[in-house]
């Protein structure tokens, strides 16, 4: 797992060009997404970090097909297996999520049926998909109960969602989305609503399960550290677009964009109690009537005038590390 | 910056418990016997998980509830929940969600003159004035007076409800989880607010939250709760480079890292906190706690001497070594590899 994927490599899931906008009563549309383009590499675990309205979650929900009412993908394609996620029909999406796609949402309680017990809506993933009899798949479920590590497996899977605390109503979550192996696994800030010794639990759980079934993982968060402890490569989002994307470790050690930078300046890192916290200035641009130039600028420090005109697109800053500030070797100085 | 310790408690409550009765005739022990004292001019913060009875200690302390047993004490004086409008003035809170704990309907500018006239903390014609100091105080311009709640952004709005508790100019502010709904580039700019105030007008304050390195950014002093118990009380820096409780132990070693980090050594601590309905004999901890010995589940254990202004609930504390390597505050590049 330790070898690097080239990214010559066709990926398991590349999102092209995509915008996602919602209709307003005047006609006009505010865009929640703005053309972002990114690959999820088999077996990669993928950050998409940003603050609220950045439009990660968004992302994650028109790739599993699941955005709310009214909102819309107005362009662009997300290719998952030499099929367009975007515009494919309803049935063969079904076909798609489950065992090769899922989806591990923030808040188990309101993701898992309240009416039936857990061991049974693990199981009908792999009745249905692979499948397996009703003992099977029941048996299944246990095991993948016992992996999660929830003690005494068989008694757990009789249990309704109710009677299960936080931290294990998650971790059959894990197992229900991991239970007919899929290549991906979409997560919706899946450890935001658990305590802080038990998120530990759930993020080492989630990648050694990941590990041991070859599954990639796209990532949203707004928490930095989870990114770190979790994913190997990562895109920053603000509003609506990416800012920059690279390796985490690269881009933690040497932010190569502005708002990057500024995000890391106002985030409190535990290991580094004295230094002091810069916030960010201002506000988030609004989305429908965003700014012509880059996004950030209005807030950014180094801004200057052709800042505010053009577009900003992804150029490379070294291998496999890109950066939307057209200024960054001004700024940072060069290729290092 | 660090506020001047006199040893004048400007609040403490004395063996607290709050008990809730439950069906069936079990009690649920929210707090079980905290005594934590509030010095004048500190920020103290309150650390602990979900259910381990911080938000009902900030309650009782605010008057919003009572105990079922233990004392409060403001300026060494017993106080109950029915406060008189001086004292009610005195300890403010602060909330985590400001947009529920603000009026959608009333412009900011009514809403701060209401406090102002009910507590007739400045006559009349002198209102307009004192608002527009309350507005430069929380770093807001005067502007904002005459706009509706749903017109800010989330730390506006915190800040709106920061001049609310501000307005009757009380000595004790409780915060309960103020920065965790904001975003993060928010954040600092309401810590640094805590902060000026405190500089400002003096305020000693209760500061709780989740979010060990937010805590750490802002306070004093921690004390850490675990299901109705203070299991460690110490200074800011103490606490965080030698913790003398096994929990509070796994606490830090939980906090997710910037830095890389070792994701297939077990997990600081297992399990959940078990239900404060049924609580486990001797100390609370020892179903989780990992030295645990057999006198652990026989004797509760009280909050001891083990240090300099640190305390701590455990009989073995000061003898334990932190059980994870990531304890450890720098940790070597690239464990983590995918």
């Not at chain 1, 865009?31 to 675990?45: E, K, M, N, P, Q």
């Not at chain 1, 309803?90 to 923030?106: D, E, K, L, S, T």
């Not at chain 1, 979790?230 to 603000?238: A, D, E, H």
Request: charged share 20%; proline share 7%; aromatic share 4%.
């Amino acid at each position: 797992m330790a070898v690097a994927v080239p990214e010559t490599a066709e990926p398991l899931l590349s999102v092209q060009h995509l915008s996602i906008g919602l209709p307003r009563r005047d006609g006009s549309w505010a865009l929640l997404v703005r053309d972002i383009s990114f690959d999820v590499h088999a077996g990669v675990r993928y950050g998409l970090v940003g603050e609220s309205g950045s439009g990660k979650s968004m992302t994650l929900k028109a790739i599993a097909g699941l955005l709310p009412r009214g909102v819309a993908v107005m362009e662009g394609e997300a290719w998952f297996e030499g099929e367009d996620l975007l515009t494919m029909p309803a049935h063969r999406r079904r076909r798609i999520m489950g065992p090769r796609m899922a989806m591990i949402f923030q808040e188990p309680m309101t993701a898992l049926n309240p009416t039936m017990r857990v061991g049974k809506q693990i199981a009908e993933g792999p009745r249905r998909h692979l499948g397996l009899s009703k003992q099977a798949a029941d048996e299944l479920a246990i095991e993948m109960i016992r992996r999660t590590g929830i003690p005494d497996p068989a008694r757990r899977a009789r249990a309704y969602p109710h009677e299960l605390s936080g931290g294990l109503r998650q971790r059959v979550m894990i197992a229900m989305a991991l239970s007919c192996k899929p290549a991906l696994v979409l997560c919706d800030e899946p450890t935001t609503a658990l305590d802080v010794t038990v998120q530990d639990q759930v993020l080492r759980l989630l990648a050694q399960l990941c590990e041991e079934m070859g599954s990639a993982l796209t990532f949203v968060t707004h928490d930095l550290a989870v990114i770190s402890q979790t994913c190997s490569r990562l895109s920053v989002m603000y509003a609506g677009r990416i800012m920059e994307k690279g390796g985490v470790r690269e881009v933690y050690r040497a932010p190569r964009h502005p708002y990057t930078e500024a995000l890391f300046q106002s985030a409190p890192d535990f290991d580094e109690p004295h230094r002091d916290l810069v916030p960010i200035p201002g506000l988030p641009p609004s989305l429908t009537n965003p700014p012509p130039g880059c996004p950030f600028a209005p807030r950014c420090r180094y801004a200057v005038e052709a800042c505010n005109a053009g577009p900003k697109p992804l150029t490379r800053v070294r291998e496999g590390h890109l950066s939307a500030c057209d200024r960054v070797g001004q700024i940072f100085g060069g290729d290092s | 910056m660090r506020a001047t310790n006199t040893n004048d408690a400007v609040l403490a409550v004395e063996g607290i418990a709050k008990h809730y009765g439950h069906r069936l005739g079990s009690t649920l022990r929210a707090l079980d016997g905290v005594d934590l004292t509030l010095q004048r001019g500190e920020i103290l913060g309150l650390v602990g998980e979900s259910g381990s009875g911080k938000s009902t200690l900030a309650k009782i302390l605010a008057g919003s509830t009572g105990q079922t047993t233990g004392r409060v004490l403001y300026d060494g004086n017993e106080i109950t929940t029915r406060r008189g409008s001086a004292m009610r003035r005195r300890i403010q809170m602060v909330f985590q969600d400001p947009y529920s704990s603000l009026n959608p309907r009333m412009r900011v500018r009514s809403a701060l003159a209401e406090v102002l006239r009910v507590h007739r903390i400045v006559p009349r014609n002198e209102i307009d004035q004192e608002l527009a100091r309350l507005m430069s105080l929380v770093g807001l311009d005067e502007g904002a007076l005459d706009a509706y709640p749903s017109q800010f952004s989330g730390g506006q709005r915190q800040r709106i409800a920061i001049a609310r508790a501000l307005a009757v100019r009380p000595e004790v502010l409780i915060a309960d989880e103020p920065v965790s709904a904001l975003d993060v580039s928010v954040q600092a700019t309401i810590l640094d607010l805590f902060r000026s105030l405190r500089a400002e007008l003096g305020l000693s304050m209760l500061f709780i939250a989740h979010n060990l390195a937010v805590v750490q950014h802002l306070v004093d002093r921690i004390a850490v709760m675990y299901l109705g118990r203070i299991v460690e009380v110490a200074k800011t820096e103490a606490l965080f480079t030698s913790p003398q409780h096994p929990y509070t132990q796994a606490l830090i070693a939980s906090v997710p890292r910037m830095r890389p980090r070792d994701l297939e050594q077990p997990a600081a601590l297992e399990g959940e906190p078990p239900s404060p309905i049924d609580l486990p004999s001797g100390c609370r901890f020892h179903p989780r706690c990992a030295h645990a010995q057999p006198s652990c589940l026989a004797e509760d254990p009280a909050l001891e001497q083990v240090g300099e202004d640190h305390t701590a609930a455990c009989r073995y504390a000061g003898r334990l070594q932190p059980r994870s390597i990531d304890h450890q505050r720098s940790t070597s590049e690239g464990l983590f590899v995918v």
